[in-house]
């Protein structure tokens, strides 16, 4: 962020609460179950900066603290979440951008760092491979040694997508979506590796090249998501798995159960993957464009949500990434 006051200007254009409020954290240390909710239901609970470190924090105190087990993470309102805050995102991915990103970084403005230039390679590189840090909110799910459950509702995209690559568990409502908006409008997103390993190379290619959300029915066909259930049954089937886990051995084990499944997608390149997607996204910048509509591409100037609902027209009904937009062709 250039200021303070540019700062407070974008988070007030985009409805920014402060993380606290954002993100809410409670446990009960009788069952040994912890919740992280996100709360921005009015806002398909988009993930500022500030919320993803709150969240990385979050894990880091739960993986230490004893008087939590399990670890249930959800939503607010209709949806589980839509990806990133994109107004907070708009500069960073804008092609020309000169703002400084040094707040991702946990670096205040008045510390004396002087964050590389837009035109830069390491621009974007050194965000993105940042992205690879379990520290900043992208991957923290991959150090946390206990277990975590995910429950999913309506959208699962962008970064809460993320997540669901992560997690250990995934009970899902019938009317769940999965996928990345990124796939349509910049090409790829950080944990690529992952999500061919959870869903198969075969499947993932076709959610990368037709850029199409997959429903729930298909992710758990896919053995990417353990449960789907009526919406109205979510947080009961989510509690089931909870209690069971919490109640079946002691962290101990946990703890060497996932160290021994952590080995196991080390095996599998989870990191090295993290690396190469990071590698990936840095090369934003040479990617010319032939008309398709692109994240802070001038085309947004007809205002976002138009943009990406003209944008969404062009694919069948049954592949668009809005739910309206899947509806009207119903």
Known sequence: MVSATTAGAARAASKIPPAEEAVLYEK????????????????LNAMSVDMRLRYSDLIHRANVDDDVKVLVIR????????GGDLPEQADMLSADSRASLLREFRIGEDEGVKYPAGDSYRYLASLVQLYANSNFGNRALQDFKKIS??????????????????????????????????????????????????MGLRKF????????PFTAAEMKELHFVNSVVPRDQLEAETMKYAMACANCRPTDTVM???????????????????????????????VKNEDQLTLGDETFDKGLNNAVKDNDSLFPPDWRLSMGGRKKAE
């Open 149 to 198: 459950i995910l429950e999913v509702k309506g959208y699962c995209y962008g970064w809460h997508f993320y997540q669901a690559a992560d997690v250990d568990l995934i009970v899902s409502s019938d009317d769940a979506l999965f996928g990345h908006p990124s796939f349509r409008y910049v090409g790829w997103a950080p944990r690529m590796w992952q999500w061919a390993t959870m």
């Open 75 to 82: 939503g607010n309102g209709k949806h589980f979440g839509g």
């Open 28 to 43: 009960d240390p009788r069952t040994k179950i912890a919740t992280i909710t996100f709360n921005r239901p009015n806002d």
């Open 205 to 212: 290619q076709e959610m990368v090249f037709t850029g199409r």
């Open 256 to 286: 060497m159960q996932k160290t021994f499944f952590e080995v196991f997608k080390q095996e599998q390149g989870e990191y090295k993957g993290s690396i190469l997607a990071a590698w990936l996204e840095s090369m934003l910048g040479m």
